[in-house]
């Protein structure tokens, strides 16, 4: 590994409540094998930059060949170093120590960029920071075993489990996705599997209870996501039409006939 490895972010969201305990600071990572159709970060999927174009921003003064004063048109992407990274990252430290709080990688798909993020986790672990990864579990057996030592948590996507259907609504097959779980498992690994929930996709009786199956195996909590739409003007800003327009978020019931049906124990 290089003292000076570099990676490709859009995003670093200070102040981060929900992506691991304590306050955080969120570092999305640029890049994502997969295509998921409820996608909530479409400007992460592809690792290089885009142009977003914000209509709401937009003065129809025809000058964007130029600069855009009001930033209607904004680039998404940006290459950065993982030392300097590391510096902005512990200017938030007493956030971390006070909240019991640190570092997430999320994405797209931070193991996409194994270099990067495993130079990111070695130099805060120096530091004594906790760090969380984000991930679709999407990788190579190898990358898991390598990333494994150096994080303290794995928010873990656990979407579907026909493969069929999985490879229809994100492009990939998830033969690979539960292997590496069940290999996070044999690793003592710390884990939160996150179901996003969805209707009509993977929120049927038989599906769940396939789920619930495969979970009881392993010693990990369950969080559901519940599926919002919220996402539908990024994909306009991108000019990408939304697939799941047509579908509402679950009710109140659904939710509970889910978390019943996985039912098990958590550690």
């Not at 200017?91 to 120590?97: A, I, Q, Y």
Request: net charge negative.
């Amino acid at each position: 590994m290089t003292s000076d490895v570099s990676g490709i972010i859009f995003d670093l969201r200070r102040y981060a409540i929900n992506d691991g305990p304590g306050i955080r600071t969120t570092v999305f990572f640029k890049g994502c094998p997969l295509g998921c159709s409820w996608c909530h970060n479409p400007e992460s999927q592809s690792p290089l930059r885009e142009v977003m174009y914000q209509e709401k921003l937009c003065l129809s003064c025809g000058q964007c060949a130029k600069a855009c004063p009001t930033g209607a048109r904004l680039w998404c992407g940006e290459e950065v170093s993982a030392l300097p990274l590391v510096q902005r990252l512990l200017r938030d430290r007493s956030f971390f120590d006070q909240s019991g709080g640190g570092v997430t990688f999320s994405g797209g798909e931070p193991l996409a960029q194994p270099e990067f993020l495993l130079q990111l986790l070695s130099l805060l672990k120096k530091e004594e920071v906790h760090c969380t990864v984000d991930t679709s579990g999407y990788a190579p057996p190898s990358v898991i075993a390598a990333v494994a030592p150096f994080c303290d948590l794995f928010l873990y996507d656990l979407k579907i489990m026909d493969t069929a259907k999985h490879r229809h609504y994100t492009g990939v097959d998830n033969e690979l996705i539960l292997s590496n779980l069940q290999l996070l498992a044999t690793l003592q690994a710390q884990v939160i599997i996150r179901v996003p929930l969805i209707p009509g996709i993977n929120n049927s009786v038989p599906e769940l209870q396939e789920m619930a199956s495969f979970i009881r195996s392993l010693p990990y909590p369950v969080d559901f996501i519940p599926y919002h739409n919220l996402p539908q003007g990024k994909y306009r800003a991108l000019g990408r039409a939304y697939q799941l327009e047509h579908i509402t978020p679950p009710t109140p019931s659904e939710l509970q006939l889910a978390k019943d049906i996985i039912n098990f124990e958590t550690p």
